[in-house]
């Protein structure tokens, strides 16, 4: 989760509480009632806004753990493009260094008018005397 997302969520929740008192102030302000019902209903509404800010949260949680799951599998498969991608540059590297030494080996027999194996076959018969 990204620290915006953190930041957004928080925001949230802290105005999800904040609300909640500021409207439990407001009914007690106003209330007709004796103060044993209105303790009564202030506990019934803090227990009703703690239940819901759970069942929010929960929601928000299930809400990160499925954005989480959908970036692993967009992750894998970026990443199994990728070296798929990779096989083919690396095999088409291969072929064109190869068809370059065959390039070089044909100019080099234009040039000297020995095969490349000979003059190798040379070198080796050299260094082993």
């Keep these: 989760m990204t620290d915006k997302t953190r930041g957004n969520v928080g925001s949230f929740v802290m105005g999800f509480f904040v609300g909640g008192l500021v409207s439990a102030a407001i009914a007690l302000l106003n209330a007709p009632q004796s103060g044993k019902e209105t303790r009564e209903q202030v506990m019934a509404k803090g227990i009703e806004l703690r239940d819901r800010a759970g069942e929010e949260v929960q929601r928000i949680r299930t809400q990160v753990e499925d954005m989480i799951a959908e970036v692993r ?24 260094i190869e068809e370059g030494k065959r390039g070089a ?25």
């Design 73 to 96: 599998i967009q992750t894998d498969d970026v990443q199994a493009r990728l070296a798929k991608q990779l096989e083919v540059v690396q095999a088409r590297m291969a072929h064109a």
């Design 105 to 129: 080996y044909a100019v080099r027999e234009e040039l000297t008018g020995s095969t490349a194996h000979e003059e190798l076959a040379g070198n080796i018969k050299d260094e082993a005397a």
